[in-house]
């Protein structure tokens, strides 16, 4: 699928096969793929580069976390940014409630904005740096995408875990080469052994590396 000579095209995805993988929340991500692709580059969401490819390296690779994350409960997204992948789970989790965690305001307005016209009642937006809510709540999962190594992903995402949930982190391929980094952090902060997944969504599709993270419970 991805045989653009440029390297830069949307791969073909059949709309069938989105509609299918996506189920219910389809109309809802169809939607906010359009944003997307229409304002995110005016409003410096995403690079121009990036508007031909809101589908394969945006929706869907955000989708990737969704067979991670639990059902119901408390999910925090933390540096959401253009809502990436908060508004993601959150169209593929309505009966979670979704925190999105991100500091800078203009992109907390297009998050607000874009929950309200795509009815996504499940969504509380947080302003502020993912360490600003250390104490302040737990969650059953964080995820993030694009926001620091993991090392430093470790030390704002875990305090918002609760014990036995865990941090969900999109990554790139070469993640294994953070982890020697981060073992300090994980010692200090209950975090159990890394798992790196290779997420697939739609065949025909690159996949995904998704790195789980456990806090775990009880003192060590
Ligand atoms: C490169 S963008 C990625 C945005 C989005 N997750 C994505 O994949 O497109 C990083 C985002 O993290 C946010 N950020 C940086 N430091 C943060 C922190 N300490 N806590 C929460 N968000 C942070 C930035 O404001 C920015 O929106």
Redesign the pocket.
């Known amino acids: 699928m991805h045989d653009a000579a440029d390297g830069n095209a949307e791969p073909e995805i059949p709309k069938e096969a989105l509609a299918e993988y996506f189920g219910a929340s389809y109309p809802t991500i169809a939607q906010f793929a359009d944003r997307l692709r229409e304002e995110g580059e005016l409003r410096g969401?995403?690079g121009p580069r990036e508007v031909p490819r809101i589908w394969d390296r945006?929706i869907l690779n955000?989708a990737a976390v969704v067979p991670f994350l639990p059902e119901r409960g408390l999910i925090a997204?933390?540096?959401?940014?253009?809502?990436?992948?908060?508004v993601v789970v959150a169209a593929m989790r309505p009966d979670a409630t979704v925190y999105l965690?991100?500091?800078?305001e203009r992109?907390c307005a297009w998050l607000a904005e874009i929950a309200s016209d795509l009815a996504l009642s499940n969504i509380e937006i947080k302003r502020?740096?993912?360490?600003e809510y250390h104490g302040a709540f737990e969650c059953d999962a964080v995820t993030?995408?694009?926001?620091?190594a993991l090392d430093k992903l470790v030390r704002?995402s875990l305090p918002l875990v609760r014990p036995g949930g865990e941090m969900i982190v999109?990554k790139g391929r070469n993640v294994a080469r953070e982890i020697e980094p981060a073992r300090k952090a994980l010692r200090r902060l209950r975090g159990a052994e890394p798992e790196i997944v290779d997420a697939a969504t739609i065949p025909g599709v690159e996949t995904t590396t998704v790195v789980r993270i456990v806090r775990q419970t009880g003192s060590r």
């Open positions: 969401l995403i945006h955000s997204d933390i540096g959401s940014g253009a809502g990436l992948p908060g965690v991100e500091p800078m992109r502020g740096r993912a360490e993030s995408r694009a926001v620091a704002l999109l």
